[in-house]
């Protein structure tokens, strides 16, 4: 349970008390029951797009926003933001990317919102500090419950990963 393992022991013996009962899985089905569409890059550019518009119309434009399958593995992340730098003439020009892990394709809409939330932020505050997480609140006021659900999910997917497959 390594994706929960900093939230307090409290939070920690209620998570261990649905896992060891079976009902992890039934838990987050009951409250995120819907699976969303956005299965394309470019579905996904859109849907980040329309955040971006909605909240942070000053911010820098994004250039790419894609899903990545490497994500998880090569960088402990569930999402990047980037700003790659190239040459054009005698300019150097930074070009602002999103790359969101691929494992969120099959996740609930309400997870997908806050992974894009979480990696617009970025833009405008690139630390994880108090005015990151105000900017976090302000574009989803259940950020924080949601980034909690959404560790549940991984924890979910870590278990079903380890356990043998039924025949």
Do not use: W
């Amino acid at each position: 349970m390594r994706f929960i393992a900093a939230y307090p022991a409290g939070v920690l013996a209620q998570v261990r008390e649905l896992v060891d009962a079976g009902q992890l899985a039934a838990h987050l089905d009951r409250r995120y029951p819907a699976r969303h569409a956005v299965q394309t890059d470019r579905a996904l550019y859109e849907f980040t797009a329309q955040i971006k518009q909605d909240y942070l119309r000053s911010a820098p434009p994004i250039h790419k926003v894609a899903y990545d399958a490497r994500i998880d593995v090569v960088h402990h992340a569930l999402g990047l933001h980037t700003a790659i730098s190239r040459v054009q003439g005698s300019k150097l020009k930074a070009k602002k990317e999103i790359r969101v892990a691929s494992l969120f394709r099959e996740a609930p809409p309400e997870f997908l919102r806050m992974i894009v939330v979480h990696e617009l932020a970025h833009l405008k505050e690139s630390d994880h500090n108090k005015a990151f997480y105000r900017l976090c609140e302000f574009m989803e006021p259940q950020y924080h419950q949601l980034e909690f659900d959404t560790r549940l999910f991984l924890v979910r997917r870590e278990i079903e990963a380890a356990s043998p497959a039924a025949d």
